[in-house]
C-alpha cells in the first residue's frame, strides 16, 4: 500500500504541496513549543481570539493590495499586524484587570472578524476566496510564506531558549514569579505575541478557525505522556508533525481540504486519546476490588 | 542591623482606601514572628510590601539596611498556594528551581550551580529522591516541601510564608511545622497564620496586622484577646500539651490554659 502523500510529493508539477509539508513542519517546531506555553497557562481561549482576529488584517491586505495597489503588501503581513493588534488589546485588558475579561475577547475576535469580511467585500478588481483564508488551502503556498514561516519560526525559537524559565514561572505560579522581580506583565504579553505570530504561520495552510486546535490539541496530549515541560514540548512538536503528515495523506486519499483533515486527525486522536485514557482508568480502579 | 524595619509605613490601593496605617515595627536578624489577623486586614499588603511589589505611601521600609526591591533574593516566599493543575507537566526539581530566579543570569536556562543548589534545597526537606518525579504526583504534605524547598534555594536569611497549611489536612500541618522549627534555628521565619496554637512555643513575637500594626510577645497573647482584635476567625489552641511544668510558666505563659 503506498502514501498517496508520498506519491503526491514526487509529482513535479506540485510545488505548493512541497511548499505547504515544509512550512507545516518549519511551523510544527513554534506550534509545539508556544502550544505548550499556551496549554498550561490556559489562554487557548485568548489566543483564538488574536487567531480570528487575524482576519481584519487579511482583510485589510487583501484591500491594500487589490484596491489600494500596494503589490508588496502580502495578506499575511497584515495577519501578523491585527494579530499583534488584538494580543495588544486582550493584553492590556487582562493585566490592567480594567474591564470583564472573557467579554473583551469575545468582542475583540468578532470585531477583527467583522474589519476583515468587511474589507474582503470591499475588493472589486478581483474575486477573492474568502473560504481558503477561513479554512486554508494549500494551493496558495508558496516559496515566500516558507520565509515567512522559517524566519518568525526562529525569532519564537530564539525567544524561548532566552526566557524559557520566565514562561514556565509565571505559566505556573504568576504570584511566585512576580516575588523573584520578574516582569510578569512583560511575559505575559510576549507569550500573548508569540502566540500571535504562532497562529498565522499556518494560517494559509489550516485557516484562521482551526488553527488554535492544532496549537493546543498536541501541546495537551503532550501534557499527558511528559513528566515536565521540556518533555511536553518535545512531545508536542512530534504530534503536530504527525497530525500534518497523516492530515495530508488523509485529505489525498479522500479528495479532501488539507485544513479540516488535519484538524480531524487531531481531534480524533486527542478525543480518542481521553477515551482510551477513561476506559483504562476505569478497568484500573476495579480490577483493585 | 534590623533585618526587617517598618517606620510608619502607610498604604492603599485606592486614594481614600487606607490598608495598613502608620506602621513601625523591627524584627531582630534571626528572629521568627508569626504575623496574624482577620482577612482583609493587611496581612497580604503588607507581604507585597516587604517583598517590594508595591511601594508605601508614606514612610520607610529597610531590609537588612536597604530598599525592599535591592534585598528580594534575600527574602524565601511561599505564596499562599497556588491553583496547582495536576495535568501541569512539571518535575518537583523544575519547580524548585524557580527560587533561583531572582540569582543568576536573567537569560538562557538554569545553571549548573542553579541545579545543585535546587537538589540541596531539596535534601534538605527530605525530598532529595523526588527531584526527577512529577510535581502532581506528590503528597499534599511533601508539595509544601517542595515549596520551601523552593523559597530556600536561593539560600535567603527570611522566609516568608503565606498561610501554608490553609489546604492541607491536620497530620500534614504538624509536620509541617516541626520542619519550619528546625528551620526557624538557622533563618528567621515570618509566618502568616490563622492559627496561633501551633507556632506559639517556638516564637517570641506575634505580628497583629488589622489596618494598624503590633507586635507582642507570644506570651501576652490568650485567646480572649485575639477574639477582641480579631473576632472569631482566628484559632488559638495548643496543639502539643505536654508543657513540662517550669517551661509553660517562664515561656508560655498561660499557654496551656487556654488550649483545650
Given at each position: 500500500?503506498g502514501?498517496e ?8 508539477l506540485?510545488d505548493?504541496?512541497?511548499?505547504a509539508l515544509?512550512a507545516?513542519?518549519?511551523a ?6 508556544v502550544?505548550?506555553?499556551?496549554v ?5 481561549y ?11 488584517g487579511?482583510g485589510?491586505g487583501?484591500y ?10 502580502d495578506?499575511?503581513?497584515g495577519?501578523i499586524?491585527?494579530a499583534?493588534?488584538?494580543?495588544l488589546i486582550i ?12 467579554t473583551?475577547?469575545?468582542a475583540t475576535?468578532a470585531?477583527?472578524?467583522a474589519v476583515g ?6 475588493v472589486r478588481?478581483?474575486?477573492?476566496n474568502i473560504?481558503s483564508w477561513?479554512f486554508g488551502?494549500?494551493n ?6 516558507l520565509?515567512?514561516?522559517a524566519?518568525?519560526?526562529v525569532s519564537?525559537?530564539?525567544l524561548?531558549?532566552f526566557f524559557?524559565?520566565q514562561?514556565?514561572?509565571?505559566c ?12 510578569v506583565?512583560?511575559?505575559?504579553m510576549?507569550l500573548?505575541?508569540m502566540s500571535a505570530v504562532t497562529?498565522?504561520?499556518?494560517v ?8 488554535i ?7 495537551a496530549?503532550g501534557?499527558?505522556l511528559?513528566k515536565g515541560?521540556?518533555g ?7 504530534i503536530c508533525?504527525?497530525f500534518?503528515?497523516?492530515g495530508?495523506e ?5 479528495d479532501a481540504p ?6 480531524l ?5 486527542y478525543?480518542?486519546f ?5 476506559i483504562?482508568?476505569y478497568?484500573?480502579?476495579h480490577?483493585?476490588? | 542591623?534590623a ?12 486614594k481614600?482606601?487606607?490598608?495598613i496605617?502608620?506602621a ?21 499588603t503588607l507581604?507585597?510590601?516587604?517583598l517590594g ?8 521600609i529597610?531590609v537588612f ?13 511561599m505564596?499562599q ?6 495535568q ?8 524548585t528551581?524557580?527560587g533561583?530566579?531572582s ?14 543548589s535546587?537538589?540541596?534545597?531539596l535534601?534538605k ?9 512529577r510535581?502532581?504526583?506528590?503528597s499534599g504534605?511533601?508539595?509544601q ?8 534555594v ?8 503565606d ?6 489536612d491536620?497530620?500534614v500541618?504538624?509536620e509541617f511545622h ?18 496561633l496554637?501551633?507556632?506559639?512555643g517556638?516564637?517570641e513575637h506575634?505580628l ?6 503590633h507586635?507582642?510577645?507570644t506570651?501576652s497573647i490568650d ?9 472569631d476567625n482566628?484559632?488559638?489552641i495548643?496543639h502539643?500539651?505536654d ?8 515561656h508560655?505563659?498561660e499557654?496551656?490554659?487556654?488550649g483545650?
Amino acid at each position: 500500500m503506498g502514501s498517496e502523500l508520498i506519491n503526491a510529493l514526487n509529482e513535479p508539477l506540485f510545488d505548493f504541496l512541497r511548499y505547504a509539508l515544509a512550512a507545516g513542519l518549519l511551523a510544527s517546531l513554534s506550534f509545539g513549543i508556544v502550544g505548550t506555553y499556551v496549554v498550561t497557562k490556559r489562554i487557548t481561549y485568548i489566543a483564538g481570539a488574536i487567531a480570528h482576529c487575524a482576519l481584519g488584517g487579511i482583510g485589510f491586505g487583501l484591500y491594500a493590495k487589490h484596491e489600494l495597489g500596494w503589490q508588496w503588501f502580502d495578506p499575511l503581513y497584515g495577519a501578523i499586524i491585527a494579530a499583534v493588534i488584538s494580543s495588544l488589546i486582550i493584553g492590556t485588558v487582562v493585566l490592567t484587570r480594567s474591564e470583564r475579561e472573557d467579554t473583551v475577547i469575545g468582542a475583540t475576535w468578532a470585531v477583527g472578524m467583522a474589519v476583515g469580511f468587511l474589507f474582503i467585500k470591499m475588493v472589486r478588481t478581483v474575486t477573492v476566496n474568502i473560504e481558503s483564508w477561513l479554512f486554508g488551502d494549500i494551493n496558495f503556498v508558496s516559496s515566500s510564506d516558507l520565509w515567512t514561516v522559517a524566519i518568525l519560526g526562529v525569532s519564537v525559537l530564539i525567544l524561548t531558549i532566552f526566557f524559557h524559565k520566565q514562561f514556565v514561572a509565571i505559566c505556573f505560579d504568576e504570584e511566585f514569579a512576580r516575588s523573584r522581580g520578574i516582569n510578569v506583565p512583560f511575559f505575559y504579553m510576549l507569550l500573548l505575541l508569540m502566540s500571535a505570530v504562532t497562529v498565522v504561520l499556518l494560517v494559509r495552510v489550516i485557516g484562521i478557525i482551526m488553527v488554535i486546535a492544532l496549537l493546543t490539541l498536541p501541546a495537551a496530549l503532550g501534557s499527558r505522556l511528559a513528566k515536565g515541560l521540556p518533555g511536553m514540548m518535545v512531545w508536542a512538536v512530534l504530534i503536530c508533525s504527525i497530525f500534518l503528515l497523516l492530515g495530508l495523506e488523509f485529505s489525498m486519499r479522500i479528495d479532501a481540504p488539507a485544513g479540516p483533515s488535519i484538524i480531524l486527525v487531531a481531534g480524533a486522536a486527542y478525543f480518542g486519546f481521553l477515551l482510551i485514557d477513561k476506559i483504562l482508568g476505569y478497568i484500573k480502579s476495579h480490577g483493585d476490588k | 542591623m534590623a533585618s526587617i524595619e517598618f517606620k510608619n509605613v502607610s498604604f492603599g490601593y485606592e486614594k481614600d482606601k487606607i490598608i495598613i496605617e502608620d506602621a513601625s515595627f523591627e524584627l531582630e536578624q534571626e528572629e521568627s514572628i508569626c504575623m496574624v489577623g482577620p482577612n482583609g486586614g493587611g496581612k497580604s499588603t503588607l507581604i507585597k510590601l516587604l517583598l517590594g511589589l508595591i511601594r508605601p505611601w508614606t514612610g520607610q521600609i529597610r531590609v537588612f539596611g536597604n530598599g525592599p526591591e535591592s534585598s528580594r533574593h534575600l527574602i524565601g516566599y511561599m505564596p499562599q498556594h497556588l491553583n496547582f493543575d495536576d495535568q501541569f507537566p512539571i518535575t518537583t526539581l523544575e519547580v524548585t528551581l524557580m527560587g533561583c530566579l531572582s540569582s543568576g543570569s536573567k537569560i538562557g536556562p538554569y545553571s549548573r550551580k542553579d541545579r545543585a543548589s535546587a537538589e540541596a534545597a531539596l535534601e534538605k526537606v527530605n525530598l532529595g529522591e523526588m527531584a526527577k518525579k512529577r510535581f502532581s504526583t506528590l503528597s499534599g504534605g511533601q508539595r509544601q516541601r517542595a515549596l520551601i524547598a523552593r523559597a530556600l534555594v536561593s539560600d535567603p536569611k527570611i522566609l516568608l510564608l503565606d498561610e501554608p497549611t490553609a489546604n492541607v489536612d491536620q497530620s500534614v500541618e504538624e509536620e509541617f511545622h516541626n520542619t519550619l522549627k528546625e528551620l526557624a534555628e538557622q533563618i528567621s521565619i515570618v509566618l502568616v497564620s490563622h492559627d496561633l496554637g501551633f507556632v506559639s512555643g517556638w516564637l517570641e513575637h506575634v505580628l497583629c496586622v488589622n489596618r494598624s500594626v503590633h507586635m507582642h510577645p507570644t506570651a501576652s497573647i490568650d485567646g480572649k484577646t485575639l477574639n477582641e482584635i480579631f473576632g472569631d476567625n482566628i484559632v488559638a489552641i495548643r496543639h502539643d500539651h505536654d508543657c513540662p511544668p517550669g517551661e509553660h510558666i517562664h515561656h508560655h505563659g498561660e499557654d496551656c490554659d487556654h488550649g483545650k
